[in-house]
């Protein structure tokens, strides 16, 4: 699993294309070579995966059980919109028009990157997204990740 960091601004170009900027590009996994998969994320943003995380995450996704009617809606919506593309020779990479017009994305975008992909957003959605983080942030961090402190303590005592 990568572990992907940073946050850059960018700007579609009229082909649709982003360049992945150096910072970024620097930390893509070899394995990946090059090759990315794009698809629907959550919160109306563009998932970009590497291609080699996108292979585990769908290999992890196609052993639900499609005897299940939650699992079929979930795989099919996880699935609905994804494409794969390559890194350009200049850096750049297609988001096609249908996944740029689902995350509301239009010029300006800001690349997101965790964990093992990378979100792309709308600037003005993203920067709505994260305006009432101070207050938002400590309680979310509180509810997330409070319980791992305690059960941590629960362990150290024993």
């Known amino acids: 699993m990568g572990n992907l960091i940073g946050e850059y601004y960018c700007k579609l170009d009229a082909k649709g294309r982003i360049m992945i900027p150096t910072g970024l590009k620097k930390q893509l996994p070899p394995e990946a070579n090059e090759q990315f998969v794009v698809n629907r994320g959550f919160e109306r943003c563009v998932a970009l995966y590497p291609k080699n995380e996108w292979n585990s995450i769908a290999r992890e996704i196609n052993k639900l059980n499609r005897f299940n009617k939650k699992n079929r809606e979930f795989q099919r919506y996880f699935f609905r919109g994804a494409s794969a593309v390559s890194m350009d020779s200049t850096g750049?990479?297609?988001?096609?028009?249908s996944l740029a017009a689902y995350a509301g994305i239009e010029h300006e975008v800001v690349l997101f990157a965790y964990g093992d992909y990378v979100e792309i957003w709308d600037k003005a959605t993203y920067e709505n997204l994260l305006t009432d983080e101070p207050e938002d942030f400590a309680n979310l961090a509180e509810e997330v990740?409070?319980?791992k402190e305690q059960h941590q303590d629960d362990k150290d005592v024993s």
Not at 92 to 97: A, T
């Open 145 to 147: 990740m409070g319980d």
């Open 92 to 97: 750049r990479v297609l988001v096609p028009r």
